[in-house]
């Protein structure tokens, strides 16, 4: 049957144009298909329809569901499945990612999907601003392309690690859905266990967080890895411009714990981060010092827990070893007093009652330095008269 | 008073000890209250400005923790002197403050006003020095306690709850303010825009004081020593 069919498709002239389309290549190279996975499946193995030759001039298209069933069932429920069902003709099939008559595996190096090249696959439409325009839902080229300097494209494209999450790493592959829907790998309800599929340890220590929690009793505030993280421009936290970089944690637990509607919904404690950028951490930390204690210093990340919970690292039990990281001699008695002081009576009665006794004091002080120059000056002119 | 000062115009009135002594506190203070100031102004232009000159907080605290390195090392002396020298003693006992001073305020006051009063006769360090001195060695004292226990925080953490260590950090800043007032609105007004030594009076840096100014500012000094006949008479003005 093959070499029925390569008689005229081993022909590299024969072309097809049909009305309205351009005129296209039917030829099939036989050395391509014979180092190609197919390279023993016969023609009419994907290609149905071809009852007597020659055959109609439109054929159904390549059924690729006949073996790989399971793919084919998961890329139906995908937004690629979904969209081809609606006949966009944007939307890749099978041939787009995979390739035709030359596909390999998926672990051959020559193959357009293995994890080092894949990406790139992808941002053939995704990072193209032509196909974005049409598809009002697809997300902005921009953030697709900031893939490539995040730590996980670098790590696939400087290291080659293929170990590195590439798109389809937290994406899923055939059944890629939008991060709205609730059975996509990167809905906000399922990121943690994308993420922990490899950072299994902190899944776990996740997991416990009050954040963790708060996620699971339907908050939708509360943050998984991407809140605090981001996606697509995730940074080492070595890195300066990363949002876990310890400078840029106040800013970005503040991002939830400054904003007044979430304070308020969820009864968290008032003014964190402009109390801490107050203390003597916070201005250290704002002018460049690199030990000074940041929100995840003391509260902890991954785990971190509210104070009223024992195991929480601020929890009062727990002061003087968290404040100890640091200070080894803070002990029992230092943990006596709070931590985020506010400029209020409640929060501080003694720090508040030395703040106004020195604002009432160097005011007073000023004016009876003021008033006795005034004397003075004034006598000396009324002698000189 | 050191003999040899007769047939003088002047008289020695600060040994270079002394002028040492100041001069080094001057320059520390200065020092300390500039990176403090930055510190505690750290929200505004002038902050920022002065802690990135100063090579951010960590440069910060290093050039201020040696301007108290100076400080303390001349309080220290200046301590050692009163206990253990002659004319450190001396100097100390007539510092001390005594009912009289206020007495002098009242006086003064009177005087300025247009009351007919006589202008207070005051001996080798009146009611206005003595302020100063007090109020500088008060407040510094508080600023040294407060700041070591600021520089040693694991130390003292050791030893304090964190709400004795959070007020300790606002005196620090606080007390550093009631300096500034005491020496650039005070002390200042006082050796430079006085009417009586505009624009400045010279005696930090020579040591020395007319016997003129001497018999009108410190005219109970001017006659003890004229009395030992440490210095000559009217001769001299």
Known sequence: MDRECLRCHG?????????????????????????????????????????????????????????????????????????????????????????????????????????????????????????????PGMPNVLLIRAYGDSVHGQAVAKKGLAVAPTCTGCHGTHAVKPADDPGSAVHRLNVAETCGGCHQGILTEYRDSIHAVALTKGSKDAPT?????????????????????????????????????????????????????????GIAAKFGDREAANCASCHGFHDVRPSSDPRSRVAKANLPATCGTCHPGAGAKFAEGRVHIEKTKESAPGVFYVRSFYTWFIGILMLCFLGYMAMEIYGYRRRRR | MASGETGRT????????????????????????????????????????????????????????????????????????????????????????????????????????????????????????????????????TMVLSGLALWFATEAMAVMPKWMFDLLALLHGRESVVIFLVLFLWHLYDVHFRPEVFPMDWSWITGRISLADLQERHPLEYERLRNSGAIDGDGNR
Not at chain 1, 235 to 247: E, H, I, L, Q
Not at chain 1, 261 to 281: C, N
Not at chain 2, 77 to 92: C, D, M, N, P
Request: glycine letters at 8%; proline letters at 5%.
């Open chain 2, 10 to 141: 002047t008289i020695q009135r600060f040994t270079l000890n002394e002028r040492l002594q100041h001069a080094l506190l001057m320059l520390s203070t200065l020092v300390l209250l500039i990176t403090g100031f930055s510190l505690l102004f750290h929200d505004v232009w002038i902050g920022r400005w002065l802690l990135w000159l100063e090579g951010g907080v960590a440069g910060r605290g290093l050039i201020h923790r040696w301007a108290a390195g100076v400080l303390m090392a001349v309080c220290g002396y200046h301590v050692l002197s009163i206990l253990f020298t002659e004319r450190g003693h001396a100097q100390f006992m007539q510092m001390r403050p005594r009912g009289q001073d206020g007495r002098d305020l009242v006086r003064v006051m009177q005087w300025n006003l247009g009351r007919p009063v006589p202008r207070p006769a005051f001996d080798r360090f009146d009611y206005r020095q003595k302020f100063q001195y007090w109020a500088y060695g008060v407040a510094s004292a």
């Open chain 1, 225 to 281: 890895c991407t809140g605090c993280h981001g996606e697509h421009t995730i940074a080492a936290p070595t890195d300066p411009a990363s949002k876990v970089a310890p400078r840029n944690i106040p800013k970005t637990c503040g991002a939830c714990h400054a904003a007044e509607g979430i304070v308020k919904a969820y009864g968290l404690a008032t003014k964190r981060e402009q109390t801490y950028a107050d203390s003597f951490h």
């Open chain 1, 11 to 135: 022909d590299p002239a024969l072309t097809r144009a049909q009305p309205g389309e351009r005129s296209r290549t039917m030829y099939v190279d036989r050395a391509v298909l014979a180092r190609s996975r197919h390279g023993r499946v016969a023609c009419t193995g994907c290609h149905p329809g071809i009852a007597r030759l020659p055959h109609e001039a439109k054929l159904p298209r390549p059924e690729c569901t006949t073996c790989h069933q399971r793919e084919a069932q998961a890329y139906a429920g995908s937004i690629h499945g979904r969209g081809l069902a609606k006949k966009d003709a944007d939307v890749p099939t099978c041939q787009r990612c995979h390739g035709g008559h030359d596909i390999v595996a998926v672990r051959d190096p020559a193959s357009r999907v293995q994890l080092l090249r894949q990406a790139k696959v992808c941002m053939e439409c995704h990072a193209d601003a032509r196909i974005t325009a049409r598809h």
